[in-house]
T-cell receptor, first 113, second 115 residues
Framework: GQNIDQPTEMTATEGAIVQINCTYQ??????LFWYQQHAGEAPTFLSY????GLEEKGRFSSFLSRSKGYSYLLLKELQMKDSASYLC??????????????FGKGTKLSVIP | GAGVSQSPRYKVAKRGQDVALRCDPI?????LFWYQQALGQGPEFLTY????????KSGLPSDRFFAERPEGSVSTLKIQRTQQEDSAVYLC?????????????FGPGTRLTVL
């Protein structure tokens, strides 16, 4: 089975940097995704890591350590529009023909002025 | 191009009624997923289609839940004899290929409320 943990809520100041951590225990790991979800809207893709290390994409970066079962999402130069839930999701082969995503409960980030 | 669309966006049902939720994936996407998202939780996998074949239905919570994708494009999730615990947002997602690194594109969801 899969077990994914991430903090429930975080608050950060506009213009600052915030790091959202995710730890996981899984079998058949095939990568880790981060999605952003604004209230009442669809999750949207932010990043994908399958190898150890840091992937940088503009203001957002994502890190993975497979040996530690650990990832983080780093958001720089925070803007008010970054207030959303951030979902960590692990991809694993289900054995039934699909790569399933198992999501954490999400971290609700509030950006304050 | 158009993204994933779902209808209806909101559905209120009385306990015991049957409901049908529709998903239009991105054209040409092979893989289609259904998820259930309770308030304050992450999406939970329900079922997976590769083209018209339902390859994985391990996440369907009971035999009251049924999904189909008869022509490999539009999919319908049907819930029979709805119960209050079925109240949730039902998300549909599609991806181009059946590989681990393909991102899934999500629709806006159908919010189901069972009274």
């Amino acid at each position: 089975g899969q077990n994914i943990d991430q903090p429930t809520e975080m608050t950060a100041t506009e213009g600052a940097i915030v790091q959202i951590n995710c730890t996981y225990q899984t079998s058949g790991f095939n990568g880790l995704f981060w999605y952003q979800q604004h209230a009442g809207e669809a999750p949207t893709f932010l990043s994908y890591n399958v190898l150890d290390g840091l992937e940088e994409k503009g203001r957002f970066s994502s890190f993975l350590s497979r040996s530690k079962g650990y990832s983080y999402l780093l958001l720089k130069e925070l803007q008010m529009k970054d207030s959303a839930s951030y979902l960590c999701a692990v991809s694993a082969y289900s054995g039934a023909g699909s790569y399933q995503l198992t999501f954490g409960k999400g971290t609700k980030l509030s950006v304050i002025p | 191009g158009a993204g994933v669309s779902q209808s209806p966006r909101y559905k209120v049902a009385k306990r015991g009624q049957d409901v049908a939720l529709r998903c239009d994936p991105i054209s040409g996407h092979v893989s289609l997923f259904w998820y259930q998202q309770a308030l304050g939780q992450g999406p939970e996998f329900l079922t997976y289609f590769q083209n018209e074949a339902q390859l994985d239905k391990s996440g369907l919570p009971s035999d009251r839940f049924f999904a189909e994708r008869p022509e490999g494009s539009v999919s319908t999730l049907k819930i029979q004899r709805t119960q209050q615990e079925d109240s949730a947002v039902y998300l549909c997602a599609s991806s181009l290929e059946a590989v681990s690194y393909n991102e899934q594109f999500f629709g806006p969801g159908t919010r189901l409320t069972v009274l």
